[in-house]
């Protein structure tokens, strides 16, 4: 059975656990003598005991450090903002666990929404993004970049790809090539016009299928970037 994880501060071996962490460790009725890991957020996760449990802090010393290995494959996710942005607070944890490193919210022409709703909602997704790497023990969270449109979007790697329900035969199977990171743009509901499609294209984005059926937004971001985990990882 592993140790609680709690994101931390250490100095000096030791560790310190405050604000909302101190909270979450109360929760959990963490105890002095009890043994925990800290993720530091600077890419390490120690193993610590605790000593002191203050009103505002719980201390402890540093007894070993944790060894993780943290993936070098990136995944930038450029995807299309759906109406209901509450669907992207239930999609950052799979997408957390996935992998994704990077999640830029586009402002397709399908989307309703305008900039200002959206700013509103990345702080709560930064700490649902924070909270989930400590179930899934990777080292950062996702980080999440402020919404632009589709015609600024800004690829990273050489390997683009977008998942277009229009495109019928070509899958990402046959792709027999090797990647340190790949861009992937997924559209939100009533999918990704074609004007948009040929503006990823001259952004060097390829088409490709998930398959015969039209997929919910959810249903696409996941199975596409499980299929670039499997091609290119």
């Known amino acids: 059975m592993g140790y609680p994880l709690f994101i931390g501060t250490v ?5 310190f656990i405050q604000d909302e962490e101190y909270h979450h460790a109360k929760v959990r009725r963490v105890k002095e003598g009890y043994r925990v890991e800290i993720n530091d957020l600077n890419g390490n996760i120690y193993l610590g005991v605790i000593t002191q449990i ?14 993780v290995r943290e ?14 942005l509450s669907k992207i607070d239930e999609l950052i944890p799979s997408i957390t666990e996935l992998g994704v490193k990077r999640l830029v919210p586009v402002i397709t022409k399908n989307t309703a929404l305008k900039e200002k709703d959206i700013l509103r909602k990345i702080p709560k997704w930064e700490k649902i993004s924070l909270n989930s ?3 899934c023990r990777r080292l950062f969270p ?20 977008v998942f277009y329900e229009k ?27 074609e004007e948009e499609i040929e503006m990823l294209k001259s952004k060097g984005f390829e088409t490709f299928s998930l398959g015969p059926y039209i997929l919910r ?15 290119f990882r």
Not at 169 to 189: C, H, P, Q
Not at 220 to 225: K, T, Y
Request: aromatic share 8%.
């Open 11 to 15: 100095k000096n071996s030791q560790f």
């Open 54 to 67: 203050d009103k505002k802090f719980i201390k402890g010393d540093i007894l070993e450090k944790v060894h």
């Open 71 to 84: 993936e070098k494959f990136s995944i930038n996710l450029f995807l299309g903002m759906p109406n209901r």
């Open 133 to 135: 790497i400590k179930q």
């Open 142 to 161: 996702v980080q999440i970049n402020r919404p632009v449109s589709t015609n600024n979007v800004s690829p990273e790697f050489p390997i683009r790809v």
């Open 167 to 193: 495109e019928k035969k070509r899958t990402l199977k046959n792709m027999k090539v090797s990647a340190e990171g790949v861009d992937i743009f997924v559209g939100a509901e009533g999918g990704i016009t």
């Open 217 to 231: 937004m959810e249903t696409a971001v996941i199975a596409g970037v499980c299929q670039v985990n499997f091609v």
